[in-house]
């Protein structure tokens, strides 16, 4: 098997990913699943089962703080200072944006979709132009950082933190 260049950590890499799969293993068996709508789907084949991120960022509204410990503090800072690029489609091309935080998003939700642009990145060949992401450090602080959140929120839903412990591949 061919050598992948990486310059980013490796192992960091695969711990991300794997955590990443891990929780959204632990959100779809704790019942944070996207319900299906009604007239919406062929009856004839089931939906997907599609992790609720959205929902398990409300649940933590009023547990989750950015100053509970000085790592936390660090890595919620960086994320919503600068946060991760999204790619987009502009003139039928590829480019990148800056996400937009709305109002109404508390620190949790943008912190969740933040670290699901990190996951979305890596795993769908945004990071892969270095061109574009030549900065490695940038790139390990936004999964280091991720890593720190989707911790903390393991911490404060200790029914998700069960089945994530109990996750084998």
């Not at 009023?62 to 410990?69: A, P, V």
């Not at 994320?79 to 502009?90: A, E, G, H, N, R």
């Not at 061109?131 to 929120?153: A, F, G, M, P, W």
Request: aromatic share 12%; proline share 6%; charged share 30%.
């Amino acid at each position: 098997m061919a050598q992948h260049k990486t310059q980013a950590d490796r192992e960091l890499l695969l711990e991300f990913f794997l955590t990443f799969s891990r929780f959204e293993y632990a959100l779809k068996v704790s019942n944070y699943f996207i319900r299906p709508r009604t007239g919406g789907n062929d009856p004839s084949r089931p939906p997907e089962a599609k992790p609720d991120w959205e929902s398990f960022a409300v649940s933590l509204r009023g547990t989750f703080r950015t100053d509970t410990n000085a790592e936390l503090g660090r890595a919620s800072e960086y994320i919503l200072d600068s946060p991760p690029w999204k790619q987009v489609i502009t003139h039928d091309s590829i480019a990148w944006e800056t996400p937009v935080r709305p109002d109404y998003e508390s620190d949790i939700e943008f912190l969740l979709r933040m670290v699901r642009c990190v996951r979305n990145n890596l795993f769908h060949g945004g990071k892969y132009d270095i061109e574009v992401h030549e900065d490695t450090k940038r790139t390990e602080l936004l999964l280091k950082s991720s890593l720190t959140i989707l911790n903390q929120c393991l911490v404060l839903a200790p029914r998700v933190k069960q089945f994530f412990d109990e996750a084998v591949i």
